[in-house]
T-cell receptor
Framework: GESVGLHLPTLSVQEGDNSIINCAYS??????FIWYKQESGKGPQFIID?????DKRQGQRVTVLLNKTVKHLSLQIAATQPGDSAVYFCAENGGYSSASKIIFGSGTRLSIRP | NAGVTQTPKFQVLKTGQSMTLQCAQD?????MSWYRQDPGMGLRLIHY???????DQGEVPNGYNVSRSTTEDFPLRLLSAAPSQTSVYFCASSYSTSGRHEQFFGPGTRLTVL
């Protein structure tokens, strides 16, 4: 199959450690942000989202932090597991009210060391 | 539920040929979108729809047409294929509730234009 993410930055993490994936956005009008996970050969999968009226949101083993001042978003994965190996993308709505107009940012490949 | 289905899975076209990529969802979602993903890149929004009969352009709409005659289907038409359109195409459907928006992606169509 076709490979994607060949030239993406890579984060290598020891199994069991916490992972932190960062994302910068440029559109100050964006008020809704999403993190996606994309495994090889598959479509992206929704992980967690956050609205701009929040600084932090937690899910199961994942936490998203939003710093609107510096337009920065991060995804924290606790106790990283082999199944977490994937490319992770942040996405934003650009301030558009239409829920369909979700724009993806650059991705990061997460690699797990045994 | 089958979720989001896309056909075909693979397609090879010659320059100048036209074709339609099919996308269907059985979740009664209002919103549907088409993205393309080139190697080493994130997903770029081509067109999107906020409901039957309503479509709009995304980031990279040139060379593509869409229509949304039913809630379930959102086909993407390539008018005259060019090598620059070689990519993996993903369709997504989504619902929006309380300002949150979860997209579900199909498995993708891998298109090569010679």
């Amino acid at each position: 199959g076709e490979s994607v993410g060949l030239h993406l930055p890579t984060l290598s993490v020891q199994e069991g450690d916490n992972s932190i994936i960062n994302c910068a956005y440029s559109n100050s009008a964006s008020d809704y942000f999403i993190w996606y996970k994309q495994e090889s050969g598959k479509g992206p999968q929704f992980i967690i989202d956050i609205r701009s009226n929040m600084d932090k949101r937690q899910g199961q083993r994942v936490t998203v932090l939003l710093n609107k001042t510096v337009k920065h978003l991060s995804l924290q994965i606790a106790a990283t597991q082999p199944g977490d190996s994937a490319v992770y993308f942040c996405a934003e709505n650009g301030g558009y009210s239409s829920a369909s107009k979700i724009i993806f940012g650059s991705g990061t490949r997460l690699s797990i060391r045994p | 539920n089958a979720g989001v289905t896309q056909t075909p899975k693979f397609q090879v076209l010659k320059t100048g040929q036209s074709m339609t990529l099919q996308c269907a969802q059985d979740m009664n979602h209002e919103y549907m979108s088409w993205y393309r993903q080139d190697p080493g890149m994130g997903l770029r929004l081509i067109h999107y729809s906020v409901g039957a009969g309503i479509t709009d352009q995304g980031e990279v709409p040139n060379g593509y047409n869409v229509s949304r005659s039913t809630t379930e289907d959102f086909p993407l038409r390539l008018l005259s294929a060019a090598p620059s359109q070689t990519s993996v195409y993903f369709c997504a459907s989504s619902y929006s509730t309380s300002g949150r928006h979860e997209q579900f992606f199909g498995p993708g169509t891998r298109l090569t234009v010679l």
